[in-house]
T-cell receptor, first 113, second 114 residues
Framework: DTAVSQTPKYLVTQMGNDKSIKCEQNLGHDTMYWYKQDSKKFLKIMFS???????INETVPNRFSPKSPDKAHLNLHINSLELGDSAVYFC????????????FGNGTRLTVT | DAKTTQPPSMDCAEGRAANLPCNHS???????VYWYRQIHSQGPQYIIHGLKNNETNEMASLIITEDRKSSTLILPHATLRDTAVYYC???????????????FGTGTRLTIIP
């Protein structure tokens, strides 16, 4: 039943490691997103993909590499993790049609030690 | 980047209507007004959106002023589970290519009082 699902829910890792977060949506949406919510609870868009094509890249370090194998999946790979990467990462999806709302997953809490 | 202004916090008694205001005085003709909420650390939850007309769904009502420079989200009978941060967001359309990015501000922290 879950519309936008992310795995894992929690991720604890050490600095310098490489990790991935997976996202899948079963809503048939064309567009998928990654958002980051930092410790001050500010939600910022990182990436947007439309039918597997990168649309938005919000000046995110190139250690972050989104990958969309198909339009139902948008995975986030992070290389050489840093302490400042600790945050909650939210995946979202929406139809392409103008005025369509986004539907968010429940987030992945990443802690880098 | 946020184009909206909301009070940082509000309280509302349980069972009463919660009215959350939002100013968006620089809104342009093709921009929609969206409302989302975030309960604790869950993902943002879509509530409602509108362009010009007032809208109502099973969760809430959205009242947009005639000049579209402000709007009010109404939760008709607030419950304790409505305690959350509520975000008012203005978002435009990019012709036939979809929508602009959804940019969150700091929102209003609504606390429902028993």
């Amino acid at each position: 039943d879950t519309a936008v699902s992310q795995t894992p829910k929690y991720l604890v890792t050490q600095m310098g490691n490489d990790k991935s977060i997976k996202c899948e949506q079963n809503l048939g949406h064309d567009t998928m997103y990654w958002y980051k919510q930092d410790s001050k609870k500010f939600l910022k868009i990182m990436f947007s993909y439309n039918n597997k094509e990168l649309i938005i890249n919000e000046t995110v370090p190139n250690r972050f590499s989104p990958k969309s194998p198909d339009k139902a999946h948008l995975n986030l790979h992070i290389n050489s993790l840093e302490l400042g990467d600790s945050a909650v990462y939210f995946c979202a999806s929406s139809p392409l049609a103008p005025g369509s709302p986004l539907h968010f997953g429940n987030g992945t809490r990443l802690t880098v030690t | 980047d946020a184009k909206t202004t909301q009070p940082p916090s509000m309280d509302c008694a349980e069972g009463r209507a919660a009215n959350l205001p939002c100013n968006h005085s620089t809104i342009s003709g093709n921009e929609y007004v969206y409302w989302y909420r975030q309960i604790h650390s869950q993902g943002p939850q879509y509530i409602i959106h509108g362009l010009k007309n007032n809208e109502t769904n099973e969760m809430a009502s959205l009242i947009i002023t005639e000049d579209r420079k402000s709007s009010t989200l109404i939760l008709p009978h607030a419950t304790l589970r409505d305690t959350a941060v509520y975000y008012c967001i203005v978002r435009g359309v990019i012709s036939n290519f979809g929508n602009e990015k959804l940019t969150f501000g700091t929102g209003t922290r609504l606390t429902i009082i028993p």
